[in-house]
């Protein structure tokens, strides 16, 4: 720098210096590392390494920052390069390992930092910002056996569920300089995952009078995973008992709980102040929604609400009125319990072993089928309408329910309702009979059976086999729907702690495979 007047000569500047961070990849994080060099030239920032432009806007905010904290901003040619330099870098979770790097590359920074990792958005004024993924980062950080990470604060609840490494929450830079240097130390901010109790937060199935063959169904469909989908009049409590179903599902295991809470903090849904997601998932997504915003999707994709409900329930109201494309988005979830999104610069694949529970009425107006007000629908209205619902989406939802209407008698009841706590009872006991059955697998539910498991597990007596075979022939059922009346089967006598699949049991599961035959038949 002599050759420029009036400019410093770097003297005691180290030159060159490295930060380690880290990143998000669909599902997963990997190590980034932040090279600053300084060099002699005219005055300029430049960032390479595949940044978005996100990325390139932090030279700008580390400037700022530096210079309104009062450390020197050197007056040369900076290069910062994150590697690997193959793979998209997006956000602005690399404006503080970019500072920390141009502070240690000019000699503000004496401590080593080699164990260290740096993850945070800079306002202008040194300011950490929170920011989204925090949880899948530190478990990566602890699997490349990292010794510390410094977050944000805003994300301090969420980070303190990770055991085996010191997170170190900051309010701004000055904390983590100070506490590089040793003049005040900063506390980690682990905390025990406080396992709270959900069910007094949930609606509870006591509320709802009558509709006992509905909520029959649910249970068989909370037992086994089950899929559903509900038909009937607009008022029969269709969406009431949809809303009610995860009072009645299993508790969620930590793995559940940490792939859950990964997924919303990668889409930057988690609440603030959670540490862990312990309630199931009930998403709810109007049908307006777009086939994106149902899938995921983004030039590095983000889960969508078929990942949000991951290991929860996703209720689709007013199923005919969604998008047909984003109807058709469900064919992979419903099957594989997980959806690819590919784009030209990357496929991603998030998980999505969700339970969809579907409703809808059965025509335009409604009242198809109803047994005291008359349809006023045309045939070809109701036929627009049904067809609004490909066959292939129909023959993958295990249960199809229909929901009469209830009668003054039944809403006018004092008597008292099964609650949800009791139904929870016989379906945490099928549940434990399925886990004991497929340990040692990735399976977890009779739904998610593979055809060789089904075939392994869903023996039937010679009366039940008989029946099948008569109403297979006489029904026209698929591969497919015969797959899933076993598997409902299965569920059925599993709730009822029978080993053997018996006519009573295949006969329930028979007729919750009609619907389609009465409104999508010939």
């Not at 390139?56 to 690997?84: H, L, Q």
């Not at 998209?88 to 500072?99: F, R, S, T």
């Not at 998008?323 to 030209?344: C, M």
């Not at 990357?346 to 409604?366: D, E, F, K, Q, R």
């Amino acid at each position: 720098f002599s050759c420029y007047s009036g400019l410093p000569v770097l003297e005691d500047y180290i030159m060159f210096a490295k930060a380690k961070s880290l990143g998000i990849f669909g599902m997963d994080s990997f190590s980034v590392v932040v090279e600053a060099d300084l060099s002699n030239g005219l005055p300029r920032f430049d960032i390479v390494g595949l940044p978005d432009a996100a990325v390139k806007e932090s030279r700008e905010r580390v400037r700022a920052s530096i210079k309104n904290c009062n450390f020197e901003y050197p007056v040369s040619r900076i290069t910062v390069n994150i590697a690997p330099a193959d793979v998209k870098k997006e956000g602005p979770i690399y404006d503080l390992p970019i500072a920390i790097a141009v502070l240690k590359a000019t000699g503000q920074i004496k401590a080593d930092i080699d164990d260290y990792a740096f993850v945070g958005e800079l306002s202008l004024d040194g300011e950490i910002r929170g920011c989204t993924g925090i949880l899948p980062m530190l478990l990566k950080a602890r699997e490349d056996n990292i010794g510390a990470v410094f977050v944000p604060f805003q994300n301090a609840t969420e980070a303190s569920v990770v055991k085996g490494i010191d997170v170190y929450p900051v309010k701004n830079i000055f904390e983590v300089l100070r506490h590089l240097s040793g003049e005040k130390a900063i506390e980690p901010c682990y905390k025990d995952v406080k396992q709270l109790s959900t069910a007094d937060e949930m609606l509870d199935f006591e509320d709802v009078k009558g509709q006992h063959n509905a909520k029959r169904a649910l249970e068989i469909a909370a037992a086994g995973g089950h899929n559903c989908i509900m038909i009937g009049p607009p008022g029969t409590g269709k969406s009431m008992l949809a809303k009610r179903l995860p009072s009645i599902l299993p508790e969620m295991s930590f793995d559940e709980q940490l792939e859950t809470t990964k997924l919303y903090s990668i889409a930057g849904e988690l609440p603030s102040g959670v540490q862990l997601i312990t309630k199931r998932p009930f998403r709810s997504p109007h049908h307006t929604i777009s086939p994106q915003g149902l899938a995921g999707g983004g030039h590095n994709p983000r889960p969508g609400e078929i990942s949000l409900a991951h290991n929860g329930v996703m209720f689709m109201d007013e199923f005919p009125e969604f998008d047909r494309r984003a109807k058709e988005a469900l064919r992979q979830p419903l099957e594989d319990g997980k959806i690819t999104i590919a784009r030209t610069s990357a496929t991603v694949s998030y998980p999505s072993n969700l339970m969809v529970v579907a409703a809808m009425n059965p025509c335009p107006c409604g009242y198809f089928g109803h047994p005291t007000r008359e349809c006023t629908c045309t045939q070809a209205a109701r036929k627009k309408y049904k067809d609004r619902i490909s066959g292939p989406i129909i023959d993958r939802i295990d249960l199809h329910i229909e929901v009469e209407p209830v009668d003054y008698e039944k809403l006018s009841s004092k008597g008292r309702e099964e609650t949800s706590a009791e139904i929870r009872k016989r379906v945490n006991k099928a549940r434990e009979i399925q886990r004991e059955r497929f340990k040692g697998t990735s399976v977890s539910c009779n739904a998610k059976m593979s055809p060789k498991m089904t075939k392994e597990y869903c023996l039937l007596s010679e009366e039940a086999s008989g029946l099948l075979k008569m109403s297979f022939d006489k029904l026209g059922l698929s591969a497919r729907a015969y797959d899933k009346i076993l598997r409902i089967a299965r569920t059925i006598a599993d709730l009822e702690e029978s080993e053997n699949i018996e006519f009573a049991h295949v006969a329930e599961a028979i007729q919750y495979r009609s619907l389609d035959r009465k409104y999508w038949g010939d």
